[in-house]
């Protein structure tokens, strides 16, 4: 019996001794050292009590030896749980036993409060530093350096990611083998990658940009990868260079166009630019198109159905579209009420049906039925029209969510918290345009009557429970929230009321 995710992503690269990862210390990793250590760890795994199907949750630094986790895991059938770094223990807790992961890999500095709350969760409990090190890799030294990949079937869950939800509750989206594999050989095809790629990679690798559209397509096609730990302006502008492709939120080409380094030369030997994750302005680009002769290939995706649309690789890359669906993914623009179709040009929540849409929502049947269809579209919760031609435009969002630099962020978990400081009447928290990160996290108060709320100690609150990302980067004292007829916070109203409040002030 075979493990198709394994067999078709990492073990048909067995024996390969061409390069896999090249590292910002120079070394190079090659498939099979690779596969060797993943197959280590995968041993470890087993002696740990980790069976097919139970949980592995990780919270750990990016670096080859969480890539190799990864696949330890599916190469040992475990359903991988990976968890942004940026988590306090208070959202990690959810994250634990929620999924009920019997062991979890987290970062040696904060190996005491992890493991005590492991311990509490019923979990084992394993470290892993950004630089290979800890009690996995140790233990991993002494085992053998190949394994008997354990049998899964398509339809088996191979991965676990949280995406937050509307009432503030993380949902854990269940993906199987079959939706991770049906995405990374579409988009290899439609985006050309072959084993002559070389993709650059600074994404995280707790989501679905870095771990599933970059490395899974980069691992299908047998290229290698330029592996950094995260965005930094440097090492991107020395990297280039040495890469075929890049892929990045609108975050890192932004970024990239503000530094005069950036030129038409750095760039002409690039195949590829690709962005996604949050909306990339046609004004980006445009100005990365004067810059660089390229255009910037925007895709669509998101969390619980890998990648959606995509626009062409050789016809009109069109500025502000998504593209189109996928080869494979059926997309249709609806009533957010009713359900129904609307007619063509209209805007219209998104829904999509494909083998890239997870199974559901892990012990969340109701939540599951509420966004999955009966008939297998998913209610994306975006609202989009199709153009003309036919090409997916993104035009906002039926979902209360902000997008900062590519990491979601749900407004009523922060509401939550804010509503329980003292002297707080309500709050609202709403995105408001921000030059580097897109959009960024801005808190209203109404104080209770009579009292002064504290924005230092509202801002300490945040900064006690939530991650850094998340906090509020500024927190506004009001007299009351704009509410219609219905008694609902108009949240458009206080969008429009702060929406140059990041804004650079015009030069003159
Ligand atoms: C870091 N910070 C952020 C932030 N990233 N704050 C808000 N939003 C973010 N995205 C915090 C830091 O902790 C720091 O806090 C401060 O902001 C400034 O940090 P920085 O050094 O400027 O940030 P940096 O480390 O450079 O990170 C920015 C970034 C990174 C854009 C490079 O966030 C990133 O790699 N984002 C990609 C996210 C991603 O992969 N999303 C894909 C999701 S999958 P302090 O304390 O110093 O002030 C998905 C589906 C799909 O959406 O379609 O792909
Ligand atoms: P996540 O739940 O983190 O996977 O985020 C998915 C969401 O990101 C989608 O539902 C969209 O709202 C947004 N998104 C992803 N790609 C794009 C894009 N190219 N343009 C606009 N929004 C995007």
Redesign the pocket.
Known sequence: MSNPLYDRLFGCHAGRMSPFLHLPDGGTLTHDAFLRRAAQIAHVLTARGLKPGDRLAAQVQKSPEALALYAACAQAGVVFLPLNT?YTTDELSYFIENSGAKLVVGDPARADELGALSEKLGARFDTLAGDGTGSLTAAADDEPDSFDTVPREADDLAAF?YTSGTTGRSKGAMLTQANLLSNAETLVDHWRFTADDVLLH???I?????LF?ATNVTLAAGGAMIFLP???LEQILDALPRATSMM??P??YT?LLDDPRFTRDLAQHMRLFIS???PLLEDTHRQFEARTGHRILE?????ET??NTSNPYDGERRAGTVGFPLPGVELKICDPETGAEVAQGEVGQIEVRGPNVFKGYWQMPEKTAAELREDGFFITGDLGRLDADGYVQIVGRNKDLI???????YPKEIELLLDDQPGVLESAVIGVPHP??GE??LALIVPQPGETPDPEAITAACAETL?????P?KVLVIDELPRNTMGKVQKNILRDRYATLFQPAPSN
């Open positions: 940026a990611l600074a994404l995280p707790f989501h679905t940009h870095g559209v995260k965005f930094d990045g939120v975050t890192f970024r996604g994750s949050a895709r669509y995706g998101m969390t890998n990648m997008i900062s630099g590519g990491y979601n962020i580097d990160f960024t996290v991650a850094r990302y998340k906090h980067r």
